[in-house]
């Protein structure tokens, strides 16, 4: 691994893979924000999912002393923000993803998929 920030965010992607998130990926937005170095991004299929989803990464992260310095959000907003401070992970219902558009927003930056 190139740093320790695409380590955590390649870590939460793994997690959010294996409990059966949909659509993830990992957007490096280091050349065009300085709020963080990476956003990850996944879907859940229904609400229980989302919320199931965010708090599995939460329980993976701090296995490795890794704790969120907040998380945004709720399971029946559709989305579910958690700030690690360089890396932000977002889970989104497949309709908030569809409205929030967060891709298309971030465009021009490189896109890591699993």
Do not use: Q
């Not at 390649?10 to 170095?37: C, H, P, W, Y």
């Amino acid at each position: 691994m190139e740093n320790k920030e695409l380590e955590l965010a390649m870590a939460a992607a793994k997690t959010l893979d294996e409990k059966k998130g949909t659509d993830i990926v990992i957007i490096d937005i280091r050349n065009k924000a300085s709020f963080a170095d990476y956003f990850v991004l996944a879907s859940g299929s229904n609400e229980r999912l989302v919320g199931n989803l965010a708090e599995e990464v939460e329980k993976k992260l701090l296995e490795n002393g890794i704790r969120p310095k907040s998380i945004e959000g709720d399971k029946r907003s559709g989305w579910i923000l958690m700030d690690y401070i360089d890396v932000i992970v977002n889970v989104l219902s497949v309709e908030a993803r569809s409205k929030y558009s967060i891709e298309t927003i971030w465009g021009d930056c490189e896109f890591i998929t699993l």
